[in-house]
């Protein structure tokens, strides 16, 4: 508990700490056409989870095995989407540093060798395809979470609810090591929600994640992920992991489907994420966040409520399948409603509409 109090308020001081330097250093956020919100906001959050990590580290270093390969491959993506944040940096070398840490992650043994008995009962093993496919995932994972930063609360909501349903999983497994660097990755995040929300000072100390933060988070995820489903130590069947990040894969997904359909780049920038549809049809920022943070809890139990019943791999990924489906139509039908509010500065919660790059 002593250790758990320690970690909130390092990491909350280092929040405070950071974004005096962010302002003078010009790491911040300015409105435009994209983003509707008042003044220049400290991109820090990415930064104080950062050295929250090596505060767990510091208070418990048996927590997470592999420590110095994943502490060198977060290192490297914070210094990018430091960079990122402050000088807008063309996607070309954001991609190749992604692919570069899937290498370093892989060096360490951890890569998708399996997706688990999703054929009809009938085991699909990677092989050599596997690492080709740990590097789609790690790409996938990054730019998932970096897509859902885009309403004050929503990423930090969604990544403690994904360590949260981790915890658990890795509890059911026996692994308390890897259950409690989750819990702990939870509590990094909380100040960071907090003064993202404005709680309980209001928007004078108001900071966001930024690009460093949700590729941070995005990677953890991946590399939990990949723990948990892989090898002779696995605690959960890989199919499981999509339900634990199924929103924000959903997504994703739907988003960048839409770009290709119409002939654009997946990764250019728009406003058809979830969030924005939300918005526009007249839910305010707070409601927006409600909604999508009940759905990524509804998918991650659904994901732990299978695998703790032991449903079959091939049941679970056509039932994950049908729901995918059903969220299309979903937001489809949601789509055709009109409105004219939009989630602005003045509904309940400012918006962060989103890296202009997603």
């Known amino acids: 508990m002593e250790d758990i109090v320690l970690l909130f308020v390092g990491t909350m001081t280092l929040l405070f700490i950071a974004r005096k330097v962010a302002r003078r250093v010009g790491l911040v956020d300015k409105p435009n056409a994209r983003k509707h919100h008042h003044g220049n906001i400290p991109l820090v959050g990415g930064v104080s989870v950062y050295f929250s990590l090596w505060l767990i580290y510091a208070l418990q270093p048996g927590w997470l095995p592999e420590f110095p390969a994943y502490m060198c491959c977060i290192t490297l993506l914070l210094i990018v989407g430091v960079l990122d944040d402050r000088f807008d940096l063309p996607v070309v070398p954001r991609m190749l540093l992604q692919v570069g840490v899937a290498v370093i992650m892989m060096?360490?043994?951890l890569y998708l060798s399996s997706l688990g008995n999703v054929l009809f009962g009938y085991p699909l093993v990677m092989g050599a395809a596997g690492y080709l496919v740990?590097?789609?995932?790690?790409?996938?994972?990054?730019?998932?979470?970096?897509m859902v930063d885009g309403i004050d609360g929503l990423l930090g909501m969604l990544a403690s609810i994904t360590f949260c349903f981790l915890s658990i999983i890795f509890f059911m497994g026996d692994r308390e090591d890897l259950a409690m660097w989750c819990l702990a990755l939870v509590v990094a995040c909380l100040p960071y929600i907090l003064l993202n929300l404005g709680i309980p000072w209001g928007?004078?100390?108001?900071?966001?994640?930024?690009?460093?933060?949700?590729?941070?988070?995005?990677?953890?995820?991946?590399?939990?992920?990949?723990?948990?489903?892989?090898?002779?130590?696995?605690?959960?069947?890989?199919?499981?992991?999509?339900?634990?990040i199924a929103l924000p894969l959903m997504d994703?997904?739907?988003?960048?489907?839409?770009?290709?359909?119409?002939?654009?780049?997946?990764?250019?920038?728009?406003?058809?994420?979830?969030?924005?549809?939300?918005?526009?049809?007249?839910?305010?920022?707070?409601?927006?966040?409600?909604i999508m943070t009940a759905g990524q809890v509804l998918t991650g139990m659904t994901g732990i409520i299978l695998e703790g019943c032991h449903v079959s791999d091939n049941w679970q990924f056509m039932?994950?399948?049908?729901?995918?489906?059903?969220?299309?139509?979903?937001?489809r039908s949601v789509e055709k409603v009109k409105h004219p509010a939009e989630c602005r500065e003045g509904s309940e919660i400012s918006v962060q509409i989103g890296n202009p790059r997603q």
Request: charged share 15%; with cysteine; proline share 3%.
């Open 203 to 244: 928007r004078k100390f108001k900071v966001f994640m930024g690009d460093a933060g949700s590729m941070l988070i995005g990677f953890t995820v991946i590399w939990l992920l990949i723990i948990a489903s892989q090898g002779q130590d696995a605690v959960m069947r890989p199919v499981t992991a999509l339900w634990i």
């Open 134 to 146: 740990t590097i789609f995932a790690v790409i996938g994972a990054i730019n998932a979470y970096n």
């Open 319 to 331: 039932l994950f399948i049908s729901t995918f489906l059903f969220f299309l139509y979903a937001v």
């Open 252 to 290: 994703m997904m739907r988003v960048m489907i839409s770009r290709l359909r119409r002939g654009h780049s997946p990764f250019r920038p728009d406003r058809e994420h979830l969030h924005h549809i939300l918005c526009r049809t007249g839910f305010s920022g707070r409601g927006t966040l409600a």
């Open 107 to 109: 060096c360490q043994g």
